[in-house]
């Protein structure tokens, strides 16, 4: 997949990674979390840590459909793709819409994902561009690998 901003994104990345577009509309959510859950499953893991990544990935993709497009269009999708990679796993998220910055919701009732999927998930990095947004998360409860800290984005 590349790179939002039209470059190729160099990563080492077994052949079993698996890649889908999907609509960019609410209605395509259930749908996505199924396909996770099932990955999520099939790789041995805990009912706590599958609750946990398809929440993040939940969250990232709800991100790219009710802020990356604007004004809605038929074509726009949310691109999704996974993978194990040793004791770690890991998906992005990726839209073509535009980067907005997250904006103050003065009732304190929005604006808490990124914080949400940074608790349920090892690592969380967002890079944002006029050309789309890339949310990668990854987490390292594999069955045999060594948890590890919360990073912050890079950017």
Not at 16 to 35: H, K, N, V
Not at 37 to 61: F, K, M
Not at 130 to 145: H, N
Request: net charge negative.
């Amino acid at each position: 997949m590349d790179h939002p901003d039209g470059n190729a994104h160099s990563r080492d990345r077994p052949p079993a990674a698996t890649s889908c577009a999907w609509p960019a509309r609410p209605d395509q959510l259930i749908g996505i979390r199924a396909e996770v859950r099932a990955w999520l499953h099939s790789l041995g893991l805990s009912d706590d840590t599958v609750s946990d990544v398809v929440c993040a990935v939940n969250e990232a993709v709800t991100n790219a459909v009710e802020h990356a497009y604007q004004p809605r269009q038929d074509r726009d999708t949310v691109e999704i793709e996974y993978w194990a990679d040793g004791s770690e796993l890991r998906v992005e998220v990726v839209d073509r819409g535009r980067w907005r910055p997250g904006s103050v919701d003065p009732r304190g009732l929005r604006g808490r994902g990124i914080t949400m999927m940074r608790g349920m998930v090892g690592t969380v990095c967002i890079a944002g561009g006029p050309t789309g947004t890339r949310v990668s998360l990854s987490d390292r409860r594999l069955p045999g690998a060594t948890a590890i800290e919360n990073v912050e984005p890079v950017g």
